[in-house]
């Protein structure tokens, strides 16, 4: 995972990336250690630390765009296209509500 180049990303790459975050439960301190490895394996120090605020790009989006406002807006939504409509609808919400 390159989250060292996490500000250059596209909006659909950082929801990959948040998502892969949140299913690893991991913390802010275990992010930086992830981030250093990245940025020692780039083996040089034009990267700097992304800024990503967990409170919004996790907290927010994962809360608010869930598996219940999914079912709620698709009433009748097969199973296969689920997750790409969960996907789809998370980088709609950070595009709209998240200035790059």
Same mark, same amino acid.
């Given at each position: 995972?390159?989250?060292?180049?996490?500000?250059?990303?596209?909006?659909?790459?950082?929801?990959?990336?948040?998502?892969?975050?949140?299913?690893?439960? *991991? +913390?802010? =301190?275990? /992010?930086?250690?992830?981030? !250093?490895?990245?940025?020692?394996?780039?083996?040089?120090?034009?990267?700097?630390?992304?800024?990503?605020?967990?409170?919004?790009?996790?907290?927010?989006?994962?809360?608010? *765009? +869930?598996? =219940?406002? /999914?079912?709620?807006?698709? !009433?009748?939504?097969?199973?296969?296209?689920?997750?790409?409509?969960?996907?789809?609808?998370?980088?709609?919400?950070?595009?709209?509500?998240?200035?790059?």
């Amino acid at each position: 995972m390159r989250i060292a180049r996490y500000n250059e990303m596209k909006v659909s790459k950082k929801i990959d990336v948040l998502d892969t975050l949140n299913k690893l439960n *991991i +913390d802010v =301190k275990e /992010i930086e250690i992830i981030i !250093n490895a990245d940025n020692s394996m780039l083996n040089t120090d034009t990267y700097k630390r992304p800024y990503i605020n967990y409170t919004y790009d996790l907290e927010e989006i994962y809360k608010k *765009i +869930d598996g =219940k406002y /999914i079912i709620k807006k698709y !009433n009748n939504i097969e199973k296969t296209e689920f997750k790409n409509k969960l996907r789809e609808e998370r980088i709609n919400y950070y595009k709209k509500n998240r200035a790059n």
